[in-house]
């Protein structure tokens, strides 16, 4: 064959010759060649792992020329106009809300920062479900937001494709596809007998081929033409999707298509053909109705499919199906295809949404006629797709895939009316939507389960709990959001019946029934399900539909909403068989259609003009819609009464949930409206009797004194008032729905919940309900979020609290917020937990305490007027003026002027609120005169009307009550009335008078009333009254007897007599008050219970005549002494305990308070180095020193008393290894943390690398032991230690550590590491230090001089040091010593310790001994500052360890004792010949120019015996200073240009006979140039480097500086230590005269001040030998190296000692910046981008956070580097996250962030993308923090980092 012979060929040269082949006019040939090679090459038999086909295609289709090349020639023909970067799950987005048209608009980064988007409300976003670019596509996004590149529109200028150059592409690629497809045909079983792994099988395999795909929709619009030509081609799909016929494989390859193509619709074809052809009934208006009703009980055994999952467990409950006849056949019909991608798709499905192949397909998007030919062939695979994900075990991952396609389609407004135009997504969508729920239908138990013929759908079952529902839900979500669908939608009457009967399933769900005996076996947690369902299937949707029901011109879509909505309840109350009686002890959240209802009902009056009457069904109907919501009301007041706590925590979760701020508005704001609406239609007494029956507390509104309640406990029966009385309260005043605009809805949100508490800007976000107001983007005509918040809200910026808590940016109330619109109302509605409505009050106290406003006593919720109700709600005042109302009111005055039982003050200010909204909402027709009433008149009733005004001052004489026989009452009415006839007559005339009133027979009789006139009016059937024997009227046990109480008292006189009561004061309002009163009532708002009182007394007198007149007249009465009525001890307690509980919170707050603010001075003493310390056991280095010994208290037993050798006393320390010093840099700069691939930090320049150069440096020339005698080690990895100064016996500390150990559970730290917190402070510690023992005279002998010659003196330091190490005697002390030592030893790695040699030898740990000194006075020195000016006998000193660390080191070096024959001592103080180095066979020893002085200083210190006197140390410096000036000399003269050396030297050895030539720095600068070039090398070396060498000429002045520049650290250091050996006070100075403050300070300088002179350094100098002499020995020593080693002699000489205060990386300012460069930077180890990246903030370090990539030797790299960079402490940015961790050890901790956003908050995990600044005081502290080493002190919450980071 010829194919055969083509095989065998090059592919490079085939590909040519078949193209020009292929180009010829007459291309016959070429094409039979090409198919027959095609035909062998891309043989669906072979296995898919062959890569060879896909080489073959590649070359083919380049057609002779380089893949690559080919390319880059089809990428220059790219005309896309539109970016499309397809992005997968976790990549970084963008997203503008200025810019976007649609809410789901996204950019990738490059085009987002080529944009323009200053001042947009844009966030960044990590991907969640993948998602594309939309740059360039105006149907998503405004043109001003494109990017630069797409903002031209590149495709204009681009030249049409040549014709041969994508020829090849279009035969080949048509081939390829088909290839694909039958390998995906071939690959599939059925799913029972396939599995998940077969399918990632096949995938795996074709995972070459796919990719392959993908690349080429990368090459740009010119290909993605060819490809979609090929996938939308029907005709190349026909020729080539059957195959040949005589080709067996591809034939069995298409009926494996063709079966699995079968089972593709909803309905299964078995089905089908058993249900016959169904007919189309959509469109009927019985249909949609239809399905509710036929939830048959017998349809449970039909063998669907869906049937196969059915065996799983869901409970005892049995599933119910529904009957399919009613949906649309096409919808539920089994696909046919027409083209590749129809199929392609469709595998794409089978297989779940491989992640390449939908890369693939949303690659292609920017071609527009693939894209609209995907969209539809999408649609039309919609119910499949949902098929198979209800299927798939693995839904998260499909969902997110589903809907990274579906939000591409949709969320353009043209396409998605497109195809609901065309392929009626709408009936799709909602056909789907029901289909899905069918399959987890229950029977309802709401109301009467046996008879229900509702169902529900079962919230336990996985399509509910998973929320699988959820991308079908937010597709159609997404689609309703365009206008033009919504239309669609709403004016499909057929699809609306069909999307009420949807909701209808959610209708009851979830029902909760009271446990009455036992607690609830099982807590369900099925309500998240439920609230989650009802919130995204039914609530979204809903606000959806009602943003396109905003004006006049779609009134008549809300009118049909609304009268579905009323069917579909009407048969919903039918099916449950409802008729007004609800069964008892029933709940469910979930009602739906009537917030349906209500929210249609509130936009058609509030923006559509719409007469509410129009839209309300008949009172009967009213009266049903109230009694589920209002169920709901009093269930909330039973739950938090504590009646269901049976039934376990989730009761209370399911009344949390419904009025928290992302459910407030879809749940508990619709049915507040809904029972407003049916309160503003319905006769309000049976309003109010119903409320008050629900609440179950009828039996508690009598006057008797006492009752029985046979409904409720009586511990219930006061938070159930109270529940029922603010409920009437909210009832009646709020206005969400009723009147108020949205920019004052919004503003009452926000106004509330900043009362609660102060909030960050992001919960406040957070808690505002969406709905009215989106709370981001433009709504045009109304206030933005941020616009109100600056109207209500102060901003208090973040600040840092000493504590260590970082306080973020918060909102809190303007003053005036809290004076005029704090409304405790809207608190109680929206509070989540009951504590905030406490915490509101007490931030109101104390808001009127602080302004004045109010002072004594507790104030009460203040008095808030109400938006002006809208005309069509004025009904709802009604509610406030009915003589049902007005007896409760009454009747709760009187008993808690009586002190009735389970009144409370709540319950009053209650009763008061709704007395003065009644005042407030006059019922305008009810033009009640001022004529005086008639009281005897009206016997009928309680009050002769409804209005309260004048019901207020009417007088009610006689009550007739039932009581229990033993009631008081009883017996005070058994006696004898009266002696008199005349008062029996009247006694008789009373009984007759007397009132009688039942609630329940109110509400009974007027419900008869209703459903009569209901009834006639509407000329129904009368109903049956069924439902009266299943009712029980509650409260009439048999025991009762009726009795007369006699009360004579009206509304208003008993106010009068509750101030009195309240005020604790007879006559408490004379006669004439009400003239004295101040008109205003404004006034009057901010006070207690009696300011209230007054305040409505005022408002009735104003108001009424007859009032004003009734007041006067009870005020001017004097009342008899009242006598103190606290006689009922019940109410006694519940008084007593309100008071109890506020004062024993005030209590608490105090003690808080206080403890708070003792803890910060703790704190602030504890941090503040300045503060003068009190602690006298410190002390040590006072000046006046006391006779006694030194007491030490100890924590621990409490003790005081001397540290012994015995028994010694110790310091609680905290040890730790710290590089800080390591880590500065000469530059006073911070290094700049690199943002760019040219942006690089080098390490070289840190003075720990120095120190580890010039040691490595001398260790190469000279003896080692001498080597580790000439300079310190310790800057990296240095033991630091510090304490908290408290002391304690060391054996109490053992037995401490004991206890810690045996209860291991609490603490974040580990006691087998020594750690533990200091007892007393609770400071981190894990060592204690001995204290020395001893009496503090001792101190004072080494003080006194003993006027010695400097000469006596440096013989009397030799003699010492020759002296022998005396060993303690072994003692306690001495072996806590030593133990203190190793835990020293144990603080630092070893590669910290050992610098020598010889590892392990006694020179280095040596080394390690002075060091650590070293590094303490370093570090001191660091905390001051860098320098000793500001001085001071700092309370740092008294509370250092310094002394006692210096004496445990010593009692350590003394073990060691320098050889004398190389004590340095000698060749610092005499001349002496010089020894015969070159006679050793070892290398020479250090010379003293190059060795360090200060560590000389220290060496000389801690090995001398101990103490040390004072002039010996002096004489010790002295003689150094000598050295480290000569050092500073040579230092200096190397700096000269050869001439200015030649200069110097001849000037000054003129000067070297003078008078004091010794002192003069002329002489000696001269000298020591001399001598050193006498070997020319030193010198030689330096002129080849040309740098330091400045063409400004050296004065004396700058020499003057330099030498003291040079010397400074010397003397500082000294100076510390004199301070902390002797105690001597640090005289602070001016910068510029530091030097000689410090000379002074250690009597360097001469005593006789030279004021004249201020060459100090010079005269500092104290020679015991001939200075020249000295300085010949030193510099010969230098110049009697070998040449080689002279070279690096200037490097040692010139050794800068300054180095500037730790800094840690400067950061950018925005956060961004770092973020774009790290976050998809390759870690430098593994050459990866690490998963978690984070950055070290210390040396730049970019390392993969608890990656296994980088892990060694079991440590993960950032822990690894924290040991390392910063001797195991590590400051790590998270990238990903923008907050900061720290290691410190084992430990780590999250430490916060340093960039915050706008608000002052930080953003952790970057959720909310909002841009993020560096706050700098954060960072300030940060650093601090670090240099001071005070982690451990001030973060709190450590954990173990199992070195997984
Ligand atoms: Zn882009
Ligand atoms: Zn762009
Ligand atoms: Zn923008
Ligand atoms: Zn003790
Ligand atoms: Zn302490
Ligand atoms: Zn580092
Ligand atoms: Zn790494
Ligand atoms: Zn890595």
Redesign the pocket.
């Known amino acids: 064959m010829m194919a055969a012979l083509l095989l065998r060929r090059d592919k490079k040269s085939t590909a040519a010759h078949l193209k020009s082949d292929l180009n010829r006019t007459d291309n016959s040939s070429g094409v039979r060649q090409l198919q027959e090679l095609l035909d062998s090459v891309l043989n669906p038999e072979k296995p898919a792992a062959d890569t060879e086909a896909l080489d073959w295609c590649k070359c083919l289709i380049a057609g002779g020329e380089g893949f690559e090349e080919f390319c880059k020639t089809v990428r220059s023909y790219d005309n896309a106009t539109l970016?499309g970067?397809v992005w997968t799950a976790n990549f970084v987005a963008y997203r503008c809300r200025t810019c976007g048209i649609s809410p789901c608009m996204s950019?990738?980064a490059?085009?987002f920062n080529n944009g323009d988007h200053t001042g947009h409300d844009f966030n960044m976003f990590r991907s969640q479900a993948g998602g594309a670019?939309d740059?360039g596509d105006s149907n998503v996004m405004r043109e001003t937001g494109f990017?630069r590149r797409h903002r031209l529109r590149t495709g204009e200028n681009v030249p049409s494709v040549p014709r041969d150059l994508l020829l090849m592409s279009e035969m080949v690629l048509s081939r390829f596809i088909i290839c694909i497809i039958q390998y995906l045909r071939d690959g599939y079983t059925e799913p029972d007998t396939s599995t998940e792994r077969d399918l990632q099988k096949v995938l795996q395999q074709l995972e070459p081929q796919i990719s392959f795909l993908e690349e080429l929709t990368k090459m740009g619009g010119a290909m993605r033409t060819v490809l979609t030509k090929i996938l939308t081609n029907q005709q190349t799909f026909k020729d080539l999707s059957m195959g040949q016929e005589e080709n067996v494989f591809a034939k069995k390859n298409y009926e494996n298509y063709l079966s699995a193509l079968k089972n593709s619709g909803l309905v299964s074809v078995e089905e089908k053909a058993q249900t016959g052809a169904a007919e189309p009934t959509r469109g009927s208006e019985t249909g949609a109705l239809g399905l509710l009703g036929a939830a048959a009980p017998s349809s449970s055994g039909s063998n669907k499919e869906e049937d196969q999952d059915g065996g799983q467990s869901i409970g005892q409950r049995k599933r119910v199906k529904l009957s399919s006849t009613t949906k649309d056949p096409s919808i539920m019909d089994s696909l046919k295809h027409k083209c590749f991608l129809e199929e392609l798709l469709f595998w794409t499905i089978k297989y779940e949404f491989p992640q390449k192949m939908v890369t693939f397909l949303l690659n292609m998007l920017p071609d527009q006629d693939y894209k609209i030919t995907f969209t539809k062939t999408f649609v039309q695979h919609y119910a499949f797709i949902m098929k198979t994900l209800m299927k798939s075990q693995e839904s998260d991952t499909m969902s997110n895939r589903i809907v990274h396609i579906s939000v591409q389609l949709f969320s353009n407004e043209d396409l998605a009316r497109h195809v609901t135009e065309e392929c009626q997504l709408l009936d799709i969508m909602v056909t789907v939507l029901l289909y899905m729920m069918e399959s987890c239908l229950i029977k309802s138990e709401l109301q009467d389960e046996e008879n229900s013929r509702h169902v529900v759908v079962n919230c336990s079952e996985a399509l509910l709990k998973n929320n699988t529902y959820w991308p079908l839900v937010s597709d159609f979500i997404n689609i309703l959001s365009h206008q033009s669908v919504a239309k669609k939608f709403l004016e499909d009457h057929s699809l609306l019946m069909l999307w009420m009967s949807f909701v209808s399933f959610f209708q009851g769900m979830n029902l909760n029934k009271r446990e009455l005996s036992e607690h609830v076996e099982f807590e369900s947690q099925t309500y998240y399900a439920a609230f989650a369902a009802e919130l995204e299937a039914c609530a979204q949707p809903m606000w959806g539909l009602l943003t396109h029901c905003k004006v006049k011109e779609t009134q008549e879509y809300t009118k049909t909403v609304v009268r579905y909505c009323l069917e579909t309840l009407q048969i919903w109350f039918d099916a449950i068989g409802f008729v007004d009686e609800l069964a008892p002890n029933q709940v469910t959240f979930h009602l739906p259609l009537h917030r349906y209802y209500a929210m249609f009902l509130s936009k058609a009056v509030k923006c559509q003009g719409l007469d509410l009457e129009s839209l309300l069904p008949d009172q009967e109907m009213l009266m049903r819609i109230m009694v589920h919501p209002l169920q709901i009301q009093a269930s909330l007041s039973e739950i938090h009464s504590n009646m269901w706590v049976r039934n376990g925590l989730q009761i209370k979760g399911q009344a949390m949930t419904y009025v928290q701020s992302h459910f407030c508005n879809s749940m508990i704001d619709p049915d507040i409206f809904l029972l407003q609406v049916c309160a503003s239609r319905l006769d309000p007494d049976y309003f109010i009797s119903s409320v008050f029956e629900r609440f179950k507390v009828v039996d508690l509104l009598t006057m008797a004194s006492v009752h029985q309640n046979t409904v409720l406990d009586g511990e219930q029966e006061r938070p159930m008032l109270e529940g029922a009385l603010t409920f009437l309260v909210i009832l009646s005043s709020l206005r969400i729905h009723l009147g108020m605009a949205d920019d004052e809805i919004l503003r009452a949100e926000m106004v509330s919940q900043l009362c609660m508490n102060d909030r960050t800007h992001s919960s406040l976000l957070d808690l505002i309900p969406e709905n009215p107001n989106p709370k981001s983007g433009i709504v045009p005509g109304s206030c933005s979020f941020e616009e109100m918040l600056s109207a209500v809200a102060d901003f208090k910026a973040p600040v840092f609290e000493l504590g260590g808590s970082m306080q973020q940016g918060m909102y809190t109330p303007k003053a005036e917020v809290w004076e005029k619109e704090f409304d405790p109302i809207m608190v109680i509605l929206r509070t989540v937990y009951r504590r905030d409505v406490q915490s509101a009050m007490d931030r109101y106290s104390a808001f009127l305490k602080q302004s004045g406003m109010h002072t004594t006593g507790n104030p009460w919720p203040p008095y808030k007027e109400r938006t002006p109700l809208h005309p069509c709600y004025k009904g709802l005042d009604r509610l406030l003026h009915c003589k049902t109302l007005h007896i409760v009111i009454f009747t709760l005055l009187y008993k808690i002027w009586l002190d009735h039982s389970n009144m409370s003050e709540h319950v009053l200010c209650m009763v008061l609120y709704l007395i003065e909204l009644g005042l407030d909402n006059q019922v305008e027709e009810d033009k009640e005169d001022e004529e005086p009433c008639i009281e005897e008149h009206c016997h009928d009733s309680w009050f002769p009307g409804t209005n309260l005004l004048s019901n207020l001052h009417h007088v009610i004489n006689y009550v007739r009550v039932r009581v229990p026989e033993t009631a008081p009452e009883v017996k005070r009415e058994r006696e004898p009335p009266a002696s008199t006839s005349a008062e029996a007559s009247n006694f008789g005339q009373n009984v007759r008078e007397a009132q009688v009133f039942s609630l329940v027979a109110e509400r009974r009789r007027k419900f008869q009333e209703i459903i009569n006139r209901s009834s006639t009016e509407a000329s129904q059937a009368v109903r049956p009254k069924s439902s009266s024997t299943r009712w029980v009227p509650p409260g009439t046990p048999p025991q009762l007897v009726t009795e007369i109480l006699e009360i004579h008292e009206s509304m208003l006189s008993l106010l009068i007599k509750l101030h009195q009561k309240l005020s604790a004061k007879q006559n408490s309002l004379s006669a004439t008050w009400l003239e004295d009163m101040d008109a205003n009532p404004n006034r009057h708002i901010h006070g207690d219970g009696i300011t209230a009182i007054e305040r409505i007394l005022t408002k009735a007198a104003t108001r009424s005549h007859q009032s004003k007149r009734s007041i006067q007249e009870i005020c001017g009465k004097v009342f008899p002494p009242v006598a103190p009525k606290k006689n009922s001890p019940a109410a006694k307690k519940t008084m007593d305990k309100e008071e109890r509980r506020q004062r024993a919170r005030e209590r608490q707050q105090k003690l808080l308070a206080e403890f708070a603010s003792r803890q910060k001075s703790f704190m602030e003493t504890a941090m503040d180095v300045e503060s003068p310390d009190t602690e006298a056991a410190m002390d040590l280095g006072a000046s006046e020193v006391k006779e006694s010994e030194v007491l030490y208290d100890c924590v621990i037993c409490g003790q005081s008393g001397p540290s012994t050798e015995d028994r010694p006393t110790g310091l609680v320390v905290l040890l730790q290894a710290s590089s800080v010093l390591g880590h500065r840099c000469k530059s006073d700069e911070a290094k700049k943390l690199p943002t760019t691939d040219d942006e690089r930090i080098y390490p070289a320049d840190t003075c720990g690398a120095a120190h580890d150069v010039r040691l490595a440096l001398m260790q190469s020339f000279f003896k080692d032991s001498s080597c580790l005698q000439s300079v310190s080690i310790g800057w990296d990895g240095g033991v630091y230690v510090q304490t908290c100064g408290h002391t304690l016996h060391i054996d109490c500390h053992k037995s401490y550590m004991e206890s810690l150990r045996n209860d291991q559970v609490m603490q974040g730290f580990s006691v087998d590491k020594g750690e533990f917190t200091c007892p007393l402070c609770r400071q981190f510690a894990n060592s204690v230090l001995p204290c020395r023992p001893g009496r503090s005279t001792e101190v004072v002998s080494w003080h006194m001089p003993s006027n010695n010659k400097t000469s006596v003196l440096v013989k009397e330091v030799e003699d010492l040091q020759e002296q022998l190490g005396l060993f303690p005697t072994e003692s306690n002390l001495s072996k806590e010593m030593e133990l203190v030592i190793k835990d020293i030893k144990n603080t630092t790695q070893r590669k910290y310790m050992d610098y020598g040699k010889n590892p392990g030898s006694p020179d280095n740990d040596f080394l390690f001994m002075y060091s650590v000194a070293r590094t303490n006075l370093e570090l001191e020195l660091v905390h001051r500052g860098g320098n000793l000016c500001s001085g001071g006998a700092s309370g740092a000193a008294k509370r250092s360890c310094l002394n006692q660390l210096f004496h445990v080191l010593a009692m350590h070096m003394r073990l060691y004792s320098i050889d004398s024959a190389y004590n340095p001592w000698t060749r610092l103080t005499q001349v002496a010949p010089s020894r015969d180095d070159c006679l050793d066979d070892e290398r020479p020893e250090v010379p003293m120019l190059f060795r360090d002085c200060p560590s000389l200083l220290i060496i000389f210190v801690l090995t001398m015996p101990q103490p040390l006197r004072k002039e010996h140390f002096i004489c010790l410096v002295r003689m150094l200073y000598n050295l480290q000036y000569t050092q500073a000399l040579a230092a200096l003269s190397a700096k000269f240009s050869p001439e200015e050396r030649q200069a110097w030297s001849t000037s000054g050895a003129l000067k070297k006979n003078a008078f004091n030539a010794e002192k003069s720095y002329e002489a000696l600068l001269s000298h020591v140039i001399t001598e050193l070039s006498k070997v020319k090398t030193v010198y030689d070396v330096n002129t080849e480097e040309p740098s330091m060498l400045s063409t400004s000429v050296w004065s004396p002045q700058s020499i003057e500086y330099s030498l003291q520049q040079f010397c400074l650290p010397y003397l500082r250091l000294s100076c510390l230590l004199q301070h902390h050996l002797y105690g001597d006070n640090l005289s602070g100075c001016p910068e510029e005269e530091e030097f000689s403050g410090l000379a002074g300070c250690l009597g360097l300088l001469d005593p006789v001040p030279q004021p004249s002179n201020p060459m100090y350094s010079a005269s500092c100098l104290a020679w015991t030998v001939s200075a020249f002499d000295l300085m010949s020995q030193w510099c010969s020593e230098v110049t009697g190296l070998t040449n080689t080693q002279a070279e690096k002699s200037m490097t040692l000489l010139v050794q800068d000692l300054q180095w500037a205060s730790p800094h840690l990386l400067h950061l950018p300012d925005n956060y961004n910046t770092i973020f774009q460069y790290y976050h998809k930077k390759a870690c430098t180890a593994c050459k990866k981008v690490p998963k978690d990246p984070a950055l070290c903030l210390i040396c730049g370090t970019f390392v993969c956070l608890k990656g296994l990539c980088c892990k060694q030797q079991g440590i993960c790299e950032c822990v690894w580097h924290s040991q390392h960079c910063g001797a195991a402490t590590g400051i790590f940015l998270l990238i990903n996250a923008s907050v900061i961790i720290i290691i410190r050890g084992h430990r780590f901790c999250l430490w916060g962030s340093v960039y915050l956003d706008a608000h002052g908050e930080e953003d952790r995990d970057l959720r909310r993308g909002k841009p993020l600044f560096l706050c700098v005081e954060r960072y300030r502290v940060l650093a601090q923090q670090w240099v001071s080493h005070t982690f451990d002190h001030i973060n709190k919450r450590w954990g173990p980092h199992y070195n997984g980071l």
């Open positions: 970016c970067l950019l990738c490059e085009c670019c740059c990017c």
